[in-house]
C-alpha cells in the first residue's frame, strides 16, 4: 500500500476570470496520511472501465444505465454504472430498491461540459461516488479526480471545487461544487439505520427496454410483464402531466428523507411519488416544529397559493437554515421549483 493518497486541494479563483467556453476547476495535489482501508485510494484500481479513464467507458461486466428522474446536484451531469460480482443477478422489487447480490458496486459520475449547449465537448470530471455492497452492508466512498483528468482519488473528508460553465441560456455560472465527506453521504442515505442506495427501483429504471434487455441477458430476476411495473415521471419531459412530473421531481430530491423510515419521518411529511394521502404530502398540514423554516407560513402546501405553502418558500431558498435539500446543492433548481409551483397553483 502506498504511504500516502493523493487527494486534491481546491484553492480559490482568487479574481482570475475564466473565459467563456472554459470549465474551471482549480486544484493541486498534495500528500494525505488518512486511512485507505475503506478502499482502493484510486479509482482506476477497481478495472471498471476500459481504455482512457476519463472516457468513462465500462469494462466487461460493468453496465451502463439511466433513471426516469435525477436528483439535482447543481446541474452536474452524470453517469451512471453497475458493476455486479460475476456470475451473479439482481432481483426485481415493485416499490424499494432492487436487490443486490454482495459485492456489488453502484457507480455515479458527476462533471460538467464547458457549454451545456455542446454537452459532449470539454468535459470535466469532478468525481465519481461508489456505493460498495460489502457484508450486507453499502458503503460509500468518494473519488476526486485530478486537473488532469487522468485519476480519481480517494477523498473522506468531501471537498469544495470551484467550476465555472456555459449554462443553455448562454450565461457564465459559476459555483463552488461540494463533494460530501462520508458522513453527509450516510445522511442522504439512510434508510432506518442502514445506508441504501435512492435510484435503482423499478419506477426509476422502467423505461426502454432497459429492464428487459437486463432479464434477457440473465442480469435480473423476478421481472413481471411490463405492463405491471410502475413508473415514475420523467419531471423533465413536458409531455407528462404537471402533477406527474412535481411528484417526480419531489420524490427524487426530498422523499428518501421524507419517508416513513427516513431522516424526516418525524415530520410526517412523506413525498413518495405513491403516496396518496394529501396531508402526507403536505395539504393542509401545520409543519411539526415552526420556525425560521417556516417562512411565517402557516401550512406546507396551500392549494391554489404556492406564496403561501411551506414547501415552496424552502426549495426556491439557499439559506442553510431554511433550504431543502439541506444538502447536496448551492444553487435552486429554478426548472424544478417551478415545476412545484404549478402542481400547487393546479390545486383546488
Known amino acids: 500500500m502506498r504511504g500516502f493518497i493523493a487527494i486534491l486541494v481546491l484553492i480559490g479563483l482568487f479574481g482570475c476570470e475564466p473565459k467563456k467556453n472554459e470549465a474551471v476547476v482549480v486544484e493541486e495535489e498534495v500528500a494525505y496520511s488518512g486511512s485507505s482501508t475503506l478502499g482502493s485510494p484510486t479509482l482506476s484500481s477497481y478495472g471498471f472501465f476500459s481504455g482512457e479513464l476519463k472516457r468513462l467507458e465500462p469494462a466487461s461486466g460493468v453496465l451502463e444505465y439511466s433513471i426516469n428522474a435525477a436528483l439535482f ?127 435503482p427501483t423499478a419506477r426509476q429504471l422502467n423505461h426502454g427496454v432497459q429492464l428487459t434487455a437486463w432479464r434477457d441477458a440473465g442480469l435480473l430476476t423476478d421481472l413481471p410483464d411490463t405492463s405491471k411495473v410502475p413508473r415514475l415521471a420523467s419531471y423533465e419531459n413536458p409531455h407528462e402531466a404537471i402533477a406527474d412530473r412535481a411528484r417526480s421531481w419531489l420524490e427524487i430530491n426530498c422523499a428518501h428523507c421524507h419517508r416513513p423510515d427516513g431522516q424526516a419521518k418525524t415530520s410526517g411529511l412523506h413525498l413518495s411519488a405513491d403516496v396518496t394521502s394529501a396531508l402526507a404530502l403536505g395539504i393542509g398540514k401545520a409543519p411539526v416544529a415552526a420556525g425560521k423554516g417556516s417562512g411565517g407560513r402557516l401550512y406546507s402546501v396551500v392549494p391554489g397559493h404556492p406564496e403561501e405553502s411551506i414547501l415552496l418558500y424552502r426549495i426556491e431558498s439557499t439559506d442553510p437554515g431554511i433550504m431543502m435539500p439541506e444538502m447536496g446543492r448551492k444553487l435552486v433548481h429554478t426548472e424544478g421549483v417551478d415545476l412545484v409551483r404549478q402542481w400547487i397553483l393546479s390545486m383546488k
Open 73 to 199: 446536484s447543481d446541474y452536474a451531469f452524470k453517469k451512471r454504472l453497475i458493476k455486479l460480482p460475476p456470475g451473479n443477478r439482481m432481483s426485481y422489487h415493485p416499490k424499494e430498491v432492487f436487490e443486490f447480490p454482495e459485492g456489488t458496486v453502484l457507480i455515479k459520475n458527476f462533471y460538467y461540459p464547458a457549454d451545456f449547449r455542446k454537452p459532449d465537448e470539454k468535459v470535466r470530471l469532478l468525481e465519481t461516488r461508489l456505493l460498495i455492497l460489502k457484508g450486507g452492508t453499502w458503503e460509500p466512498l468518494a473519488y476526486i479526480w485530478n486537473k488532469e483528468q487522468t485519476e480519481a482519488y480517494l477523498e473522506v473528508a468531501g471537498k469544495s471545487i470551484p467550476v465555472s460553465w456555459v449554462h443553455t441560456d448562454g450565461v457564465m455560472r459559476t459555483i463552488d461544487y461540494s463533494v460530501p465527506n462520508l458522513n453527509q453521504c450516510k445522511g442522504c442515505h439512510l434508510k432506518g439505520d442502514k445506508v441504501m442506495p435512492i435510484g
